[in-house]
């Protein structure tokens, strides 16, 4: 039963942050470059929400925090070294 609510909680946070807290969305090019305009100033977070980017055998994720600042063009690089550990199936 705590299983269960832990899921539900996981399914609607996801969905959240696919909604109401979603600033702005983007979508590499095969070098790996996205980029995102007219995002105010602030502190915002980069997640792939738990889409996997295939690259060969790895598969990676990243939740990290970003902060733009007014008049500045941020960069930010998405590599194995930030990514998140691989989820691996319970068994």
Known sequence: ????????AHRRAL???QTRYLAARAETDLD???MLTGIPAGDYWLSTLEIEAVVGDAHLR?????TVRA???ERVELSN???L???R???
């Open 15 to 17: 969905q959240l942050a």
């Open 1 to 8: 039963q705590d299983s269960e609510a832990r899921q539900r």
């Open 71 to 73: 008049g500045a063009t």
């Open 85 to 87: 550990e691989p989820q």
């Open 81 to 83: 070294l930030n990514a």
């Open 62 to 66: 990243w939740d990290l925090p970003v």
């Open 32 to 34: 790996g470059r996205a």
């Open 89 to 91: 199936p319970a068994r």
